[in-house]
């Protein structure tokens, strides 16, 4: 915890907290990348979503806008630090403070706001006098990896990043439930953007896997620009129509068995 008085705190919590946000995305994007790109290449190698070839340099970029994204997340993760020690937040310590079926609710209930934030976000994002300037940096990979999870403009940095600090102000949250939200979004991010198409055949039909995103669902948008806003779920895209037509005849290719 951040020590106002103790000036050498506060340097060092920002240090460990970029550390912990930039290692968590490096951690997820080197894991997916090593385990579907090179240790099973073969099995997997149908299942890649765009097969055009990646940009030159386009790693090194990648991972250039994904400290600048690291470093905002954690200026912003700074202040919500600093905003609980303060008292200014809902986050709680003690699981017993509320219910215990709070605790998933709240996830929950989360993970829906920040759906529908995101997808309406992400349409404005596209808007053309928008998109240029904000949105553009993420849609030069055409081709995604695992890498373009955190390759954002810093303004869509930013714009991404308050709203679970935001709901931290609203919200009973408890502190790990917090953490959680973090890891699902860094988890989700890089299986969207691997490129490979990591979930089982017919998982698009199922009760549960129809309203997921992964690799198929998102590298569509990538290639299609007009299709597929969602997050971490479909169900805005499915209500508003804008479901990419080919997602289930692609899915169906890429998931389906090995010729």
Do not use: C
Not at 65 to 72: C, F, G
Not at 167 to 196: D, E
Not at 233 to 252: Q, V
Request: proline fraction near 5%; hydrophobic fraction near 45%.
């Amino acid at each position: 915890m951040i020590q106002l008085d103790n000036p050498t705190a506060f340097p060092l919590t920002a240090m460990l907290l970029f550390l912990a946000i930039f290692g968590r995305y490096v951690l997820f994007s080197l894991g997916f990348w090593w385990l579907f790109r090179v240790s099973m290449s073969e099995q997997f190698a149908h299942r890649a979503v765009q097969t055009r070839p990646r940009k030159p340099g386009q790693d090194q970029r990648e991972i250039g806008w994904s400290v600048v994204t690291s470093l905002i997340f954690t200026a912003i993760g700074l202040g919500i630090m600093l905003a609980f020690q303060r008292g200014h937040t809902r986050i709680y310590l003690n699981l017993t403070d509320y219910p215990l079926l709070w605790y998933p609710v709240s996830i929950a209930l989360v993970l829906f706001i920040h759906e529908t934030y995101y997808y309406w976000l992400h349409r404005w994002m596209h808007r053309p006098g928008v998109y240029r300037w904000v949105h553009k940096t993420h849609h030069d990979s055409i081709t995604t990896s695992p890498w373009t999870a955190f390759s954002f403009h810093p303004v869509e940095s930013t714009l991404q990043a308050i709203v679970i600090p935001a709901l931290t102000f609203v919200l009973p949250l408890h502190y790990s439930a917090v953490g959680l939200l973090l890891l699902i979004m860094t988890l989700s991010s890089a299986v969207n953007h691997l490129n490979t198409e990591i979930y089982p055949r017919n998982f698009d039909r199922h009760w549960l896997g129809r309203w997921l995103i992964g690799a198929t669902h998102h590298g569509l948008h990538h290639a299609q620009f007009r299709f597929n806003y969602g997050l971490y779920f479909t169900f805005w895209d499915k209500w508003m129509r804008t479901e990419s037509p080919d997602y289930h005849r692609l899915f169906g290719e890429k998931a389906g068995r090995k010729k």
